[in-house]
């Protein structure tokens, strides 16, 4: 299986489940693997036959800009979800952990795993 990924992504969003939390952005940092359904890809060299970067990030900022979440579980499960359906991967891996939010914790998060039902 051949997976790309996407490493120390890191945008500003609203999430959590205090107060203060659903007005002031916090720093986030992803981090996904996504397994592609061939390797097409790599006979062909054409970005058909590949996952579009940029359109990826794009629609995880979508994500991040549009919706709040109040369990980094949640967002990671939104995340998957997203990969899964609209980009047909067969598999994701997304970790998602806040920065600096704890003192003394650098960054503390969630990795998840997930299959396309469909495999």
Known sequence: ?????????KAKTLI???????????TIQLDLEIALSTS???QSDKIEDALDYALI???INEI??????????????HIAQTILSEFRS????????KLG???????????????SVTI
Do not use: T
């Open 1 to 9: 299986m051949d997976i790309i990924f996407l490493h120390d992504f």
């Open 16 to 26: 959590g489940i205090y107060p203060w939390e659903r007005i002031v952005p916090q």
């Open 40 to 42: 097409r890809a790599c």
């Open 57 to 59: 990030i794009e629609r």
């Open 64 to 77: 991040l800009a549009n919706r709040h979440f109040s369990l980094l579980e949640a967002l990671a499960e």
């Open 90 to 97: 067969p598999w994701v891996k997304v970790s998602v952990a």
């Open 101 to 115: 939010i704890i003192h003394g914790v650098k960054k503390l998060g969630v990795c998840i795993e997930r299959r």
